[in-house]
């Protein structure tokens, strides 16, 4: 049986060593705050939005909220984010993605500062990962290396393999686990024999977005498994699932991540503690 990697455990200890540091900068006379916008009313957002809201709170961060109608334009956000990046007290900036349709999400977040992008998406900081430098680095990714490493999980060395090149997990993974000296693969739908590969890993981690598509046939016994993916498999169901057949495959792996209860949660723990490394 596979020994449970407990992502609310450990985003629980990243929020109050957030919160630590947040009294520590109070205490200095510094005030922490993250602008939040939100474009339109998309239900999932709203939750998005809100759970983020709720961590600031519970770290001592201020929340700023904009609440953009559906239909307002390009230049009213780009204007919006000029004023951020300009207002000194505001430390990280986040759009909640995705927007609506008639919006163009590369010059949105090209307009962020990057000093202030704590979602890691801006160019100038995909570029300081991939060369080594310091810089936000993408929330999932981010808190699937505090994963790793808070459950002694060994990197250094390891065969790992990534299924998606994803720009916000699976290519941000890929250079994290190289910057923790792995040895890195990765898959995507073009991979043949995919199976064949992902069976070399010591780690494996997937962000397929393809429910419960990799089972027991393609992990090595004893792995270490990453499942990035989340689907509630019908509309009704309370149920999530991810991309990884847990059933299937917790018998065969070393260590594994739930879901819910895995990577779900640190997404939101590294949100704070990028926003708390804005100001130190
Ligand atoms: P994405 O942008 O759709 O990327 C999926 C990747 O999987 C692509 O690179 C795609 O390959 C690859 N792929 C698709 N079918 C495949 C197949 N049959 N065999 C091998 N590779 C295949 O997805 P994403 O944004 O990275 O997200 C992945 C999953 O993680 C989703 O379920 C999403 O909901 C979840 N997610 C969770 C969190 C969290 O906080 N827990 C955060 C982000 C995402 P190609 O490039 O060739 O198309």
Redesign the pocket.
């Known amino acids: 049986m596979a020994e449970l990697i407990d992502g609310k455990l450990i985003s629980a200890q990243i929020k109050d060593e957030c919160k630590e540091k947040v009294a520590l900068l109070k205490e200095k006379g510094i005030e922490v705050t993250l602008a939040v916008i939100q474009v339109g009313e998309d239900p999932a957002s709203s939750v998005y939005v809100n759970n983020k809201k709720k961590a600031c709170e519970y770290i001592g961060a201020n929340s700023l909220s904009y609440n953009l109608k559906e239909d307002s334009t390009q230049e009213e956000l780009l204007k919006l984010i000029d004023d951020l990046n300009s207002d000194d007290k505001v430390n990280g900036i986040l759009v909640q993605l995705p927007l609506p349709k008639h919006f163009d999400e590369d010059e949105v977040i090209r307009r962020i500062n990057p000093d202030k992008d704590v979602d890691g998406f801006h160019p100038i900081n995909v570029g300081r990962l991939s060369i080594g430098e310091k810089g936000f680095v993408s ?2 990714p981010a ?1 699937i290396i505090q994963l790793l490493k808070r459950s002694n999980v060994e990197i250094e060395g390891k065969e790992c393999v990534i ?8 290519k941000p993974m890929s250079m994290l686990m190289l910057r923790e000296n792995a040895t890195v693969t990765i ?5 043949k024999n ?1 199976s064949e590969v992902t069976k070399r890993a010591d780690i494996l981690i997937v ?4 429910p419960k ?1 990799i089972d027991a046939s393609y992990v090595k016994e004893g792995a270490v498994v990453i499942d ?4 509630r498999p019908d509309p009704d169901s309370k149920k999530l699932c ?2 990884v057949d847990f059933e299937s495959v917790e018998p065969v792996a070393g260590k594994i991540t739930p879901v819910p209860g ?3 949660p ?2 939101i723990a590294m949100l704070m503690s990028n926003l708390v490394n804005s100001v130190e």
């Open positions: 929330c999932t808190g299924i998606g090149r994803s720009n916000i997990v699976g898959c995507h739908s073009r991979t995919l962000a397929i977005g393809k598509m990035v993916g989340i689907h991810g991309d895995g990577v779900g640190m997404t």
